[in-house]
Nanobody, 121 residues
Framework: EVQLVESGGGLVQAGGSLRLSCAASGVAFDGRAIGWFRQAPGKGREGVSCISLSDGTTSYENSVKGRFTLSTDNAKNTVYLQMNSLKPEDTAIYYC??????????????WGQGTQVTVSS
């Protein structure tokens, strides 16, 4: 089973940027899509964005459209989430996971450790 590892989180001021990475450890991605999720304190986990590995199609949750951008580096087996114009409400632990496709509500495997993003006002 391919394991995904998230990194790149940190503390940033409102309006700032961060780039999160989702790396497959040792082998190429074997899922059909990679989704990014987040869980804010006291709230449930929600989907943020997703990229289809077959054709590069992306989708974004409304609150991040125009601010977040997905990209892939196939040579590094890594998916990136570029987050610009960050807001305090973006504060959460961010996770990535494999999915059958971007419309699916299930993920393959288990959740990783995630990476903490904190946006100060």
């Amino acid at each position: 089973e391919v394991q995904l590892v998230e990194s790149g989180g940190g503390l940033v001021q409102a309006g700032g940027s961060l780039r999160l990475s989702c790396a497959a450890s040792g082998v190429a991605f074997d899922g059909r899509a990679i989704g990014w999720f987040r869980q804010a304190p006291g709230k449930g986990r929600e989907g943020v964005s997703c990229i289809s590995l077959s054709d590069g199609t992306t989708s974004y949750e409304n609150s991040v459209k125009g601010r977040f951008t997905l990209s892939t580096d196939n040579a590094k087996n890594t998916v990136y989430l570029q987050m610009n114009s960050l807001k305090p409400e973006d504060t959460a632990i961010y996770y990535c996971a494999k999915k059958p496709n971007c419309r699916a509500t299930i993920i393959f495997g288990s959740w990783g450790q995630g990476t903490q993003v904190t946006v100060s006002s």
